[in-house]
């Protein structure tokens, strides 16, 4: 199935923002818009999801005493992240969440 414009432009943009050390960029996942019983939920009932793509990624953390807590993950993967993690910015019309290493819970792996 051929790509719209639409997604052509979303997939070729590039993202100007770079998040600083101990950061992340995710975009995050579309929210459920159908129960698993087929009902149509309407877009204020619809749960954000805590999952989504990694489109940027901070330098290393450097923690006090010295160590370096580098980036667990890289651009591309999908994560699952804490619910109430991170922080909503909204670029070019997208929205992205920055959120920190440590609230990262989990990789999909597809």
């Known amino acids: 199935m051929p790509k719209t414009k639409t997604e052509d432009k979303k997939s070729e ?13 995710v975009e995050p996942s579309e929210a459920e818009s159908k ?17 989504g793509k990694v489109v940027a990624v901070g ?3 450097f923690l006090p005493n010295g160590q370096v807590l580098r980036a667990p993950v890289s651009v591309g993967q999908k994560v699952i992240y804490k619910k109430w993690g991170g ?11 920055l959120v920190k290493f440590e609230d990262l819970m989990a990789v999909i792996e597809d």
């Open 87 to 97: 922080d909503e910015i909204k670029v070019s019309g997208i929205e992205y969440k």
């Open 13 to 25: 943009k590039k993202i100007n923002i770079k998040p600083l050390m101990g950061y992340i960029l």
């Open 35 to 51: 129960t698993a019983s087929g009902l149509y939920l309407p877009e204020t009932a619809q749960e954000k999801p805590a999952q």
């Open 59 to 61: 330098d290393d953390f």
